[in-house]
């Protein structure tokens, strides 16, 4: 019976080699699993046949990073034989032969293969081979990032580099990332990554390069882990420095003071560790020193009209240094200094007069132009009878007495004639008389009534 088993496996082994027919009677869903070191894993493994109606022989098989090969299950219908070193560690799934990986550990990761031959009872002679390779990667989880520096001490700007590194104890394929002050960094002029971006090189440290350090250390199966924060201390400058007072006028590098004005100055710049500073005199012939420090006091009784003086800024560590000039005016600035810092203020009070004086001036303009319209004006002038265009100066008319003084009732006028008022001749006539008069220009100054007694009266009385 035995030798009947060899026989028959024997002949499907030719079968086997004889035949390079492969069809789609077995489907793996997934060629690649991302494996969790503690946890299983499923090589799932669907299989479109009914097991009934086949024979089956296949083997399930591992390669390590090592390049090695090593059998695991070899199997058939009827019987699984699973290596002595990887019984308690494989379980064989029938009948879809698929195989389950339990408490993975990173010897776990690499190629595992699965051939099967199939021969169906209906088709004597044929066997059909299949095979599939799925991957299996095994990630460990990462462990919190540990930051280093060196050198560990404060360095110097521009004389010095700095070499960062960051490490896990326990992680497979971690990715780094750096921060600086919580911004990412990245490849640039000044900084230099290793391939696994593990290490930084700071090449020369600047300025620009303090703050606070962190490593972001993450993988496939773990989120990302901060290290601890790690300063970076470094001595620079003296940079941008500059000379200030409260008092004064200032213009450019000319501070202007009054008589008798006691004026402070201050000296300031961008300095790590802070600056010495030293206040200098400047005259023709020779500087001198007049304190140190980062304030100086100045009274201006005892200055000339004009003094130039000097602020220099040393810093001692990075031997650097840097120097401010300026010159200081003695004169009297009177209201200057008020009607120079109130310039911006002034603006928008003469900007509301002018506002206000341009309102009014069209307000004006609006009036006279609707109740004296120049056009209307003329028009009335132009219209005018002449007798009221050319009003003569005043004069009187005596009617002396005379027989019939029923003919001086009337309506009477005073006639001036153009040209005659210096011989201050004038006639005084009835308008009834008098009506041609007109056309030369005659005006109405007098309107005489006079009713005379009856003569019949005056008789009889």
């Keep these: 019976m035995e030798a009947r088993g060899r026989t028959a496996l024997s002949v499907c082994s030719v079968l086997f080699f004889l035949t390079d027919v492969s069809s789609e009677f077995i489907h793996v869903p997934s060629s690649i699993h991302h494996g969790i070191e503690g946890k299983s894993v499923l090589l799932s493994v669907e299989t479109r046949f009914l097991l009934e109606d086949v024979e089956i022989q296949g083997t399930w098989s591992h390669t390590g990073p090592s390049g ?13 034989i699973t290596d002595m070193m990887y019984r308690n560690h494989l379980i064989f799934r029938e009948p879809n032969v698929s195989l389950l990986i339990r408490k993975l550990n990173p010897d776990d ?26 991957h299996v990667t095994v990630d460990v989880p990462v462990s919190t990032p540990v930051i ?62 303090k703050g606070t350090y962190h490593c972001l250390a993450s993988n496939a199966v773990s989120q990302g882990r901060y290290s601890r924060a790690v300063e970076l ?3 620079y400058g003296p940079y941008n420095l500059e000379v200030n007072s409260g008092q004064g006028l200032r213009t450019g590098e000319v501070f202007t003071i009054n008589p008798g004005e006691l004026v402070f100055f201050e000296c300031q710049a961008d300095s790590n560790p802070p600056n010495s500073y030293v206040w200098i005199s400047k005259s023709r012939n020779a ?41 200081l005016v003695v004169a009297n600035l009177g209201t200057e200094i008020k009607k120079h810092t109130q310039d911006e203020n ?32 003329l028009m009335s ?81």
């Design 287 to 327: 500087t001198q020193v007049i304190t140190k420090g980062p304030r100086m006091e100045v009274r201006s009784y005892k200055l000339a009209q004009t003094e130039e003086y000097l602020c220099r800024a040393f810093n001692n560590v990075t031997q650097k240094q840097n120097e401010a000039q300026f010159t």
């Design 148 to 209: 280093e520096k060196s050198p560990s001490y404060a360095v110097v700007e521009d004389k010095a580099n700095v070499t960062w590194t960051c490490s896990v104890e326990r992680g497979t394929r971690v990715v780094f990332q750096w921060l600086r002050d919580n911004a990412a960094l990245g490849p640039s002029d000044g900084y230099h990554f290793s391939h696994d971006n593990s290490t930084l090189l700071i090449s020369p440290v600047k300025k620009e390069d």
């Design 109 to 134: 990761e690499g190629d595992y293969h699965l051939n099967l031959n199939i021969a169906f009872h209906n088709r004597t002679g044929q066997v059909f081979k299949e095979e599939r390779t799925v």
């Design 381 to 461: 002038i132009y219209n005018r009878p002449l007798s009221e265009q050319k009003r003569p100066h005043r004069s009187a008319c005596v009617l002396t007495g005379h027989e019939d003084a029923t003919e001086d009732f009337g309506i009477y006028e005073f006639v001036s004639i153009p040209g005659k008022m210096e011989s201050a001749q004038a006639s005084c006539r009835s308008l009834a008389r008098l009506e041609s008069v007109q056309d030369m220009h005659t005006t109405i100054y007098d309107v005489i009534r006079h009713v005379p007694e009856s003569p019949s009266h005056s008789l009889l009385n």
């Design 233 to 235: 201390n470094v001595y």
């Design 346 to 377: 002034s603006v928008s009070p003469l900007a509301a007069i002018i506002c206000s004086v341009f309102v009014i001036g069209c307000m004006l303009l609006f009036f006279l132009r609707r109740n004296c319209h120049p056009k209307r004006v």
């Design 68 to 80: 090695i090969r090593t059998t695991l299950v070899t199997f058939t219908k009827e019987t699984t």
